[in-house]
């Protein structure tokens, strides 16, 4: 099993749909989430930080569940400019060969297209 | 810009030669990390510096890949008599240590720089 597994989509969703991402994680010991946002060719950005509690960022909602391991990533009235890959990152503090260090895994994105 | 800049931006080289990469992190960020990224994956960890300490490297890295931190400031990845399988996105991030427990630190990404191996 994938330490972290997403669907890698495509999702094609017309203007002003709600579309939610999954991702499940295989290490309970891990400890913090993030979802990134990925443009064709370029670099990774933070969308959101998710913790315990969820959050929410205008149409943007992020939500963890512990028991399940997985968290989600909501987004409402989708927009043409939401047309990106949605990638999962999972962090877990591990001992390694030179002691404590976060090990940042990330799943292999969603790409969503968001079709006028 | 005080973002997290890479050097070059592209590269094509043939097969066997040895290729340099450079990495700036954000100037207060005292972690450091690479990443490969192939087509249609999400970024792979390659190797991680705290300081200029090298803390890990993953077990996916051949001893042909090198990489640097001379300062603890910026960073050289190297590989040494590339192969056609090298060819990909090689990304930077740094970060700094978050204050609260058990929150991870966020990572912030260079632009990348993408290899070509003829």
């Known amino acids: 099993r994938k330490e972290v597994e997403q669907d890698p989509g495509p999702f094609n969703v017309p203007e002003g749909a709600t579309v939610a991402f999954n991702c499940t994680y295989s290490?309970?010991?891990?400890?913090?989430f993030f979802w990134y946002r990925q443009d064709c060719r370029k670099e990774p950005k933070l969308l959101m930080s998710?913790?315990?509690s969820g959050n929410e960022d205008g149409r943007f909602t992020a939500q963890l569940n512990r028991a399940s391991q997985y968290i989600s990533l909501l987004i409402r009235d989708s927009k043409l400019s939401d047309s990106a890959t949605y990638l999962c990152?999972?962090?877990?503090?591990?001992?390694?060969?030179?002691?404590?260090?976060?090990?940042?895994?990330f799943g292999t994105g969603t790409k969503l297209q968001v079709i006028p | 810009d005080t973002g997290v800049s890479q050097d070059p931006r592209h590269k094509i080289t043939k097969r066997g030669q040895n290729v340099t990469f450079r990495c700036d992190p954000i100037s207060e960020h005292n972690r450091l990390y690479w990443y490969r990224q192939t087509l249609g994956q999400g970024p792979e960890f390659l190797t991680y510096f705290q300081n200029e300490a090298q803390l890990e490297k993953s077990r996916l890295l051949s001893d042909r890949f090198s990489a640097e931190r001379p300062k603890g400031s910026f960073s050289t990845l190297e590989i040494q008599r590339t192969e056609q399988g090298d060819s990909a996105m090689y990304l930077c991030?740094?970060?700094?240590?978050?204050?609260?427990?058990?929150?991870?630190?966020?990572?912030?990404f260079g632009p990348g720089t993408r290899l070509t191996v003829l």
């Open positions: 998710v913790y315990s």
């Open positions: 991030a740094s970060s700094s240590r978050a204050g609260l427990a058990g929150r991870g630190d966020t990572q912030y």
């Open positions: 290490n309970s010991a891990s400890q913090s």
């Open positions: 990152v999972v962090n877990t503090e591990e001992v390694g060969r030179s002691g404590g260090y976060q090990k940042v895994t």
